[in-house]
C-alpha cells in the first residue's frame, strides 16, 4: 500500500495499517518534509517521498490510500487508477458528480476496487442504529436530523458543508437506504472568511422522510449526534458520550389505525424504558481499511465504493445550489448519466496535469 498525504488524517491512515496484517505500507507521499520526517520518526522502515511517480513507481504497491484536500481528490484518484492501482479516498470523491462518476466507472471498466471513506459506515453504533431499524423496531420512520459543530478547524479549500454534512448525508442514506429528493440549505460566512462556516441542510427523502443537518466550525460546543425518531422508538448516537454511544428511547406516537368517531383519541402513545446497547469496542477507521483490504484481496464491492460517493455528491451540488438561492427547494437528480463516449475531461481551470503531482495534508 501508498498512503499520499500525511496531514493529521493521513497520519492515522499509516497507524492503522502498519497494524493490520494483511497489508503492508510500502511508501508514504508529502510535499512537505516535515510532515514525512514526523512519518519517518513513527514509522522508521517506511519509505519517503515527495514524489507522487515515486509511489506509484514502488514496488509491490497494489493499493493507494488518498488522504489529500477534497479538490485534489478526482486528480490523484484518477492518476492511481490509470497507474492500475485500487484506490481508497476520503471523502468527499470529487466535488462534482462527473468527476465521480468518471472514476467509478474507470475503475469498473479496469477491474479495481474504488471505495470513498465515509468513516462512519464503519462505526458500530451507527451499524447498530442500522439494525434497529431493519428490525422494524423503530417503528416507521419519522424524521432524521444531526448536529456536528465545534470551533473549527477552518479548512481552506472547501466550506463547512463540504467539509462536515458527507458524513451526516452518508449516514442518512446508509440508514435510510437511499438518497434524498429534494434540499433546501442556508449557509452563512459568519467569520467572513470567504467561505460558509455554518450551514442548515434540510432534506427529503422518499416516503416522506425528512432530515435536518447542522454543521458549523465557529461554535463553541462541540457536538456529533445523529437522532432517527419513528413511531416506536427514537435512537440517539452521541458519538462522544464515554459510555452511552447510543440510547433508544422505547417512546413513540402513532396514528390509531381504526377510530369509530371523530371524536376518539386519534393517537397511540407508547411510553418505555431507556436502553444503553451494547456497542462492540472497535475503532472505524481500521473497520474501513480492513474492509479495504479485503475488497482488494477477495474481489468485493465496497459499502462506500464509488456510486455510493457519487450518491453524497450529487446532494452536495444540490445544497450548493440552494444556499446560492436562500433555501429555495431543488430536486435532487436520481438519474445515472449514461456512459460518455470519450473520457472526461476536467473543466478549464482544474486542468489535470498541473496537478497530479501536489500531494497536499
Not at 503492508?24 to 515527495?50: A, H, K, M, N, S
Not at 492500475?84 to 462518476?101: D, M, N, Q
Not at 474481489?299 to 456510486?307: A, H, I, Q
Amino acid at each position: 500500500m501508498a498512503v499520499l498525504g500525511c496531514g493529521y488524517w493521513g497520519i492515522n491512515h499509516v497507524r492503522v495499517l502498519s497494524e493490520l496484517p494483511q497489508a503492508r505500507i510500502q511508501v508514504v507521499c508529502d510535499t512537505r518534509p516535515e510532515r514525512l520526517d514526523e512519518v519517518g520518526r513513527r514509522f522508521p522502515t517506511i519509505r519517503l517521498t515527495t514524489q507522487l511517480e515515486e509511489a506509484l513507481n514502488t514496488p509491490d504497491v497494489d493499493a493507494v490510500v488518498i488522504s489529500t484536500p477534497a479538490t485534489t481528490h478526482y486528480a490523484l484518484a484518477l492518476r492511481c487508477l490509470n497507474a492500475g492501482k485500487h484506490v481508497l479516498v476520503e471523502k468527499p470523491i470529487s466535488k462534482t458528480v462527473l468527476e465521480a462518476e468518471d472514476l467509478t466507472r474507470r475503475a469498473e471498466a479496469r477491474g479495481l476496487v474504488l471505495m470513498v471513506g465515509h468513516t462512519f459506515l464503519y462505526n458500530p453504533a451507527v451499524r447498530t442504529i442500522k439494525d434497529y431499524i431493519q428490525r422494524g423496531e423503530v417503528g416507521r420512520v419519522y424524521f432524521v436530523y444531526a448536529r456536528r459543530t465545534n470551533m473549527g478547524p477552518i479548512r481552506h479549500d472547501v466550506n463547512a458543508l463540504w467539509d462536515l454534512a458527507p458524513h451526516d448525508i452518508s449516514i442518512f442514506n446508509y440508514l435510510l437506504g437511499g438518497k434524498p429528493e429534494w434540499v433546501s440549505a442556508v449557509g452563512a460566512k459568519v467569520l467572513r472568511n470567504g467561505r460558509e462556516d455554518v450551514g442548515f441542510i434540510s432534506l427529503g427523502y422518499p416516503s416522506n422522510v425528512v432530515g435536518h443537518i447542522q454543521v458549523s466550525w465557529a461554535d463553541a460546543y462541540k457536538v456529533r449526534e445523529v437522532v432517527v425518531v419513528g413511531s416506536d422508538r427514537r435512537i440517539v448516537f452521541n458519538d462522544f458520550h464515554p459510555v452511552e454511544r447510543v440510547r433508544v428511547f422505547e417512546k413513540g406516537v402513532a396514528p390509531v389505525e381504526e377510530a369509530t368517531s371523530f371524536d376518539e383519541y386519534q393517537l397511540r402513545i407508547r411510553d418505555g424504558d431507556i436502553v444503553s446497547p451494547a456497542i462492540e469496542t472497535s475503532e472505524p477507521l481500521k473497520n474501513q481499511c480492513l474492509h479495504f483490504v479485503e475488497c482488494v484481496r477477495d474481489g468485493k464491492r465496497p459499502l462506500t465504493d464509488g456510486w455510493a460517493g457519487r450518491d453524497v455528491v450529487q446532494v452536495m451540488e444540490a445544497i450548493d445550489r440552494s444556499v446560492e438561492r436562500r433555501g429555495a427547494p431543488l430536486e435532487v437528480a436520481h438519474e445515472i448519466q449514461p456512459a460518455q463516449e470519450k473520457p472526461y475531461v476536467a473543466p478549464r481551470g482544474k486542468v489535470i496535469d498541473k496537478r497530479i503531482n501536489t500531494v497536499m495534508p
